[in-house]
């Protein structure tokens, strides 16, 4: 059975840190893997993405992910934070077999300090 | 283009009754999930339906039952509500294709008395 495991349920930092959220995953077969953030009383929003190729994925908005096969992770990095990055995010994976469906980590609260 | 709508946004029950939870995906899109997500946990998923067709169901009682419409846009219905029904429900869309995310709506927060 797939599983998330996302260690930290808080991080906190100040502004203009560098931060690394982690997320370990198990799987018997190949995944997909997502970053979701959920900012206050909303849904989730898509943050990036790893499908297939490059192991290094980055967002828009500064964020980046590296997928590490042999160590089963996906973590989470930006060199800078930001007060809006002040949120909750949370790991996943995707497993086909007829249909898609997400498992969720429990999530990592962010809270960035002026 | 509209994102993944959802409605209501807030709804009070109480024990024993019945709600219905309503969805529209985004434009084009054929596939809809439902997640639950109760307070201080990440999503939990309850079902996907494609082309009207229930894909996929997780571990829920039969209590919950969902269908999805030919315009795509789909209800979720929980029956018999329990004090731990009381989550915000997410709906997600996706166009097809297994390897497509999903897109999410900003849920319904359900709570009951």
């Known amino acids: 059975a797939q599983s998330v495991t996302q260690l930290d349920s808080q991080v906190p930092v100040f502004e203009e840190a560098p931060v690394e959220l982690r997320c370990n995953y198990s799987s018997s077969v190949s995944v997909y893997l997502f970053w979701y953030v959920q900012y206050p009383n909303q849904g989730l929003q898509l943050l990036l993405k790893y499908l297939s190729g490059s192991t290094l994925v980055e967002s828009i908005n500064g964020f980046e992910a590296e997928f590490n096969k042999s160590q089963t992770s996906f973590h989470l990095r930006k060199p800078s934070v930001h007060i809006s990055d002040t949120a909750e995010y949370f790991c996943?994976?995707?497993?086909?077999?007829?249909?898609?469906?997400?498992?969720f980590g429990t999530g990592t609260r962010l809270l960035v300090s002026p | 283009d509209a994102g993944v709508t959802q409605s209501p946004t807030h709804l009070i029950k109480t024990r024993g009754q019945h709600v219905t939870l309503r969805c529209s995906p985004i434009?084009?899109?054929?596939?809809v999930s439902w997640y639950q997500q109760v307070l201080g946990q990440g999503p939990q998923f309850i079902f996907q339906?494609?082309?009207?067709?229930?894909?996929g169901r997780g571990n829920f009682p039969d209590r919950f039952s969902a269908r999805q419409f030919p315009n795509y846009s789909s209800e979720l219905n929980v029956n018999a509500l329990l004090l731990g029904d009381s989550a915000l429900y997410l709906c997600?869309?996706?166009?097809?294709?297994?390897?497509?995310?999903?897109?999410f709506g900003d849920g319904t927060r359900l709570s009951i008395l």
């Open positions: 996943a994976v995707s497993l086909y077999t007829g249909f898609q469906k997400l498992v």
């Open positions: 339906y494609y082309e009207k067709e229930e894909r």
């Open positions: 434009s084009g899109h054929k596939s």
């Open positions: 997600a869309s996706s166009s097809t294709g297994s390897n497509q995310p999903q897109h």
